[in-house]
């Protein structure tokens, strides 16, 4: 099975900062990698598939990066609503799996 | 408007069985495949299962196989869950998810095995 290694656990940042969470994988998945986000008590939302695209619906501050075995999401210009935990999943292979996640809070 | 609505959890005891039901709308379920996610309680999210849209295609995390399977019915746009020897550590909310990288979710239905 693909291993997923995302980090950090959890990030503190301020208002209208970028920050910037990891996912590595144990092999090459050839971006088959989307990020997640999910807010306390709802369902996660799709942000980002193929490692680079953006999601119908979501901010442009959202962007996704990277290749290989090293992908990176980013969101310029933290607000508020940013607050909530990520996730990545790689799908390029069966089993598909998650990142243990990153939760993000405000400084 | 995609909605997939899962119903079927509840708590069970060890050993036991349950089937979830997912009832998708708002678009051709029959074109896509779909997926079992699973989050425990305060945790991370864990893939379970993926079918393809006509069926021939299904997979399973190591931690079900044999126990749970995966199946839909596209004339009743719905998915199912069949989760047969469940353990303790089987307990989660389930979401039906859409897509291979999932872009609609349910809202979760939640699945407690307990003596």
């Known amino acids: 099975d693909i291993q997923m290694t995302q980090s950090p656990a959890s990030l503190s940042a301020s208002l209208g900062e970028t920050v910037t969470i990891e996912c590595r994988a144990s092999?090459?998945?050839?971006?088959?990698l989307a990020w997640y986000q999910q807010k306390p008590g709802k369902s996660p939302q799709l942000l980002i598939y193929n490692a680079n695209s953006l999601h119908t619906g979501v901010p442009s501050r959202f962007s996704g990066s990277g290749s290989g075995t090293q992908y990176s999401l980013k969101i310029n210009s933290l607000q508020s609503e940013d607050v909530a935990s990520y996730f990545c999943q790689q799908y390029y292979n069966y089993p598909n799996t998650f990142g243990a996640g990153t939760k993000l809070e405000l400084k | 408007e995609v909605q997939l609505v899962e119903s079927g959890g509840g708590l069970v005891q060890p050993g036991r069985s349950l089937k979830l039901s997912c009832v998708a709308s708002?678009?051709?379920?029959?074109?896509?495949?779909m997926n079992w996610i699973r989050q425990a309680p305060g945790k991370g999210l864990e893939w379970v299962a993926y079918?393809?849209?006509?069926?021939?295609?299904?997979y399973y995390a190591e931690t079900v196989k044999g126990r749970f399977t995966i199946s839909r019915d596209n004339a009743k746009n719905t998915l199912y869950l069949q989760m047969t020897s469940l353990r303790s550590e089987d307990t989660a909310l389930y979401y039906c998810?859409?897509?291979?990288?999932?872009?609609?979710w349910g809202q979760g239905v939640m699945v407690t095995v307990s003596s």
């Open positions: 079918i393809s849209s006509g069926s021939s295609y299904i």
């Open positions: 708002g678009f051709t379920f029959s074109n896509y495949g």
């Open positions: 092999e090459d998945i050839y971006n088959g």
């Open positions: 998810a859409r897509r291979v990288a999932p872009d609609y």
